[in-house]
């Protein structure tokens, strides 16, 4: 199992550009998520998607999108990349409520700058 | 909106002595408590998690506790190692059935050989 992965681990964009962040889990999980990782911020929650099909906002949404491609993946996209977005963007999966397993298991990260 | 605010921010601590890193939340329904650490450049992960029907929680050197009444949840670490340094969040689930989980901002703990 490779668990969560993410692609890509590093991007650099300019102000304006657009670029569509990765993530597969192959563990079956029911729930994604995505968060940003910001120094003394701790991780804050930009999308999550309850189940395949769904996808709501959470903390931070503004500049973002998703979509829920299949129970496996689950993307972020920026539309027009802001240097306030520079971050570590997290993906996480976990089996959903009904399971009874709460662990939320996150994917290597990426790095994004946009300058 | 809910929040979940964890101190110390930063904690240095003498090899084999104690850490305590203490988190309250506001959302009363939060029924779920995870501890995370992360070493630098890693990934955040799980250590040691608690629900609200349990007040203690221990796994060999790590141990968590959680006041319902007082909103609050702590995590302990005994005899600390090197290895123990890094960074470790708190977080707190939001109402049940929302799959959402707010962390905290994160403390950042350096054990001192």
């Known amino acids: 199992n490779a668990g969560v992965t993410q692609t890509p681990k590093f991007q650099v964009l300019k102000t304006g550009q657009s670029m569509t962040l990765q993530c597969a889990q192959d563990?079956?999980?029911?729930?994604m998520y995505w968060y940003r990782q910001d120094p003394g911020m701790g991780l804050r929650l930009i999308y999550y998607?309850?189940?395949?099909?769904?996808?709501d906002k959470g903390e931070v949404p503004n500049g973002y999108n998703v979509s829920r491609l299949n129970k496996r993946e689950f993307s972020l996209r920026l539309e027009s990349a802001a240097p306030s977005q520079t971050s570590v963007y997290f993906c996480?999966?976990?089996?959903?409520?009904?399971?009874?397993?709460?662990?939320?298991?996150f994917g290597p990260g990426t790095r994004l700058t946009v300058l | 909106g809910e929040n979940v605010e964890q101190h110390p921010s930063t904690l240095s601590v003498q090899e084999g002595d104690s850490a305590v890193i203490k988190c309250t939340y506001s959302d009363s329904a939060s029924n779920y408590f995870p501890w995370y650490k992360q070493e630098l450049g890693k990934r955040p992960q799980l250590i040691i998690d608690?629900?609200?029907?349990?007040g203690e929680k221990k796994d060999q050197r790590i141990a968590v506790t959680l006041n319902k009444t007082a909103k609050h949840f702590s995590l302990h670490i005994t005899e600390t190692q090197p290895e123990d340094s890094a960074v470790y969040f708190c977080a707190a689930s939001i109402s049940p059935g929302t799959y959402k989980y707010i962390f905290g901002t994160g403390t950042r703990l350096k054990v001192l050989a």
């Open positions: 996480a999966s976990r089996f959903g409520a009904s399971s009874g397993n709460n662990e939320q298991f």
């Open positions: 608690i629900r609200s029907n349990v």
């Open positions: 563990m079956n999980h029911n729930s």
């Open positions: 998607s309850a189940s395949e099909g769904t996808t």
